[in-house]
């Protein structure tokens, strides 16, 4: 398994390239003069966020608290050139006890059945694992509206309802 190792990165942020409803969701590790970039599905960058917000809740302390964490907001783009080495498969997330740290691993494959493939590691102190996740949210929330009948996305041309009996709203 190749195994690409942040600890620390110079920057870790989620970002998307592309128009609401055709955007393609990235992970960027940029340190020790590298730069990585992944691809990943939306429901994983929502999920992922939302653990670290409980992971953080649960054993973070002050240092991974929302207030500390919006000094340490990173809101600018994705670096270029924006290349992903492979498609995510599975994220893992772990506490590190000894260092109060996050560790985040994205595998191109499940490392349970397969022991090849690659892998990439990052491991955050409280404050960027909670201002990465708070990143995270807020460029899922950025996304297509919901339609207030049926909750699906709207697109700009509008969308067939099933609570509209399928006319276009």
């Known amino acids: 398994m190749a195994i690409t190792d942040f600890d620390p990165p110079e920057r870790f942020v989620a970002g998307t390239v ?3 409803g055709g955007r393609t ?3 960027q590790a940029r340190g020790g003069g590298r730069l990585v970039s992944v691809s990943i599905e939306k429901v994983q960058v929502g999920i992922l966020a939302d653990r670290i917000a409980d992971l953080l809740d649960s054993v973070g302390g002050i240092e991974g608290s929302d207030a500390v964490a919006e000094h340490a907001a990173d809101n600018e783009a994705l670096d ?4 992903d080495e492979f498609r995510v498969d599975t994220v893992s997330l772990a506490w590190d006890p ?3 740290s996050v560790v985040i691993e994205c595998h ?3 490392p349970e059945e397969d022991a090849g493939g690659e892998t990439v590691r990052v491991v955050l102190d409280p404050t960027s694992a909670r201002a990465f996740a708070r990143r995270c949210q807020a460029i899922i929330a950025a996304g297509r509206p919901p339609c207030p009948f049926c909750g699906q996305p709207l697109d700009p041309e509008g969308h067939i309802c099933p609570r509209a009996n399928g006319y276009k709203r």
Request: proline share 19%; glycine share 6%.
């Open 98 to 100: 000894d260092r109060s």
């Open 108 to 110: 191109d494959r499940d």
């Open 25 to 27: 969701f990235f992970l």
């Open 18 to 20: 592309g128009p609401p």
């Open 80 to 83: 270029t050139p924006i290349e």
